[in-house]
T-cell receptor
Framework: DAGVIQSPRHEVTEMGQEVTLRCKPISGHNSLFWYRQTMMRGLELLIY????????DSGMPEDRFSAKMPNASFSTLKIQPSEPRDSAVYFC???????????FGEGSRLTVL | QKEVEQNSGPLSVPEGAIASLNCTYS??????FFWYRQYSGKSPELIMSIYSNGDKEDGRFTAQLNKASQYVSLLIRDSQPSDSATYLC????????????FGRGTSLIVHP
């Protein structure tokens, strides 16, 4: 079975550009998480969706960040405009729902110059 | 205030020794606890979960939970070089939700 699929795996862009990261959760999983990982701050929750509805977006840094989940099989995280401090690895993870194991995608490594 | 605290390490142990990794959490409402392993450049993968006080063993891994002390630990027996990775502790149940909060991880190095 396919795991969580993220794209792109690597993205290098210049400050001020728009960045869109994509995620396809595991089929049948109804909870989806976006995390950001840096050396300084570790793994931080950005937003959590349940049944395609954003439940907790308190971790979204500011208005430059937005996330959508138009259907059960697709989610996007958009940064506009991007800044160097957004450089990090962005992970998408899904779970069948409720307490339990998170299944992580391979991550999208973003570098903003 | 970080809700889940771990010593960043690195923790260096010889092959065959017991590695002990520790974690504390601040939210007394947390109900579920997890240990994830993350190899360099890879994504986290679950290795242990624990929900009640006491010990839980799975092969070479033992998770320990003490809710009164808000303390979680992971013991790795007969450590192997392939165990070298960063170990992330996660607590779930923040504010009554199913959202896991992660510590920053402890780097473990097992040297031959």
């Amino acid at each position: 079975d396919a795991g969580v699929i993220q794209s792109p795996r690597h993205e290098v862009t210049e400050m001020g550009q728009e960045v869109t990261l994509r995620c396809k959760p595991i089929s049948g999983h109804n909870s989806l998480f976006w995390y950001r990982q840096t050396m300084m701050r570790g793994l931080e929750l950005l937003i959590y969706f349940n049944n395609n509805v954003p439940i907790d977006d308190s971790g979204m840094p500011e208005d430059r960040f937005s996330a959508k989940m138009p259907n059960a099989s697709f989610s996007t995280l958009k940064i506009q405009p991007s800044e160097p401090r957004d450089s990090a690895v962005y992970f998408c993870a899904s779970t069948p729902g409720g307490a339990g194991e998170l299944f992580f995608g391979e991550g999208s490594r973003l570098t903003v110059l | 205030q970080k809700e889940v605290e771990q010593n960043s390490g690195p923790l260096s142990v010889p092959e065959g020794a017991i590695a002990s990794l520790n974690c504390t959490y601040s939210d007394r409402g947390s109900q579920s606890f997890f240990w994830y392993r993350q190899y360099s450049g890879k994504s986290p993968e679950l290795i242990m979960s624990i929900y009640s006080n006491g010990d839980k063993e799975d092969g070479r891994f033992t998770a320990q939970l003490n809710k009164a002390s808000q303390y979680v630990s992971l013991l790795i027996r007969d450590s192997q070089p392939s165990d070298s990775a960063t170990y992330l502790c996660a607590a779930e149940g923040r504010g009554g939700s199913y959202i896991p909060t992660f510590g920053r991880g402890t780097s473990l190095i097992v040297h031959p």
